[in-house]
C-alpha cells in the first residue's frame, strides 16, 4: 500500500522559515509527479509547488522568490522549503503524488496535512 508522509509544519513569525517534507513509502513503479497543495477555510485546496513528468517545477506566483521545492528521486521524498513567511501563507499543506502504481496504472495520492500557521 502507497502512503505519502509528512512531516514538518508547525507555528512561526512572519519572515521566518520552515521546511516541511513528505515521502513516499511502499510498493510502485515511478512517481510521475509530486509536490504540495495548501487550503484554508472555505477556500479551494491551490497548489503551491510541484515537479512534475517533465523535471520542472511549477511555483504558485505568490510564493515565487521565497518557496522552493526539491526532489529526491532516490528516497521518493520532496521537500518544500518556504522562506520569508507571511500570515497569507497560513493554511493546511497537502502533500500530493501521481504515482504510476504498476506499468501504466496511474493513481493520485494524498498525505494527511500539515498545518503551517504564521502570526506573530
Known amino acids: 500500500q502507497v502512503q505519502l508522509v509528512e512531516a514538518g509544519g508547525g507555528l512561526v513569525q512572519p519572515g521566518e522559515s520552515l521546511i516541511l517534507l513528505c515521502t513516499a513509502s511502499?510498493?510502485?513503479?515511478?512517481?510521475?509527479?509530486m509536490g504540495w497543495y495548501r487550503q484554508t477555510p472555505g477556500k479551494k485546496r491551490e497548489q503551491v509547488a510541484m515537479?512534475?513528468?517533465?523535471?520542472?517545477?511549477n511555483i504558485l506566483d505568490s510564493v515565487k522568490g521565497r518557496f522552493l521545492i526539491a526532489r529526491d528521486t532516490f528516497r521518493n521524498s520532496v521537500e518544500l522549503i518556504m522562506n520569508i513567511l507571511k500570515p497569507d501563507d497560513t493554511a493546511v499543506y497537502y502533500c500530493?503524488?501521481?504515482?504510476?502504481?504498476?506499468?501504466?496504472?496511474?493513481?493520485?495520492?494524498w498525505g494527511q496535512g500539515t498545518q503551517v500557521t504564521v502570526s506573530s
Open positions: 515537479w512534475a513528468g517533465d523535471g520542472k517545477a
Open positions: 511502499g510498493t510502485f513503479d515511478s512517481i510521475s509527479a
Open positions: 500530493y503524488a501521481r504515482i504510476e502504481y504498476m506499468k501504466n496504472d496511474f493513481r493520485d495520492y
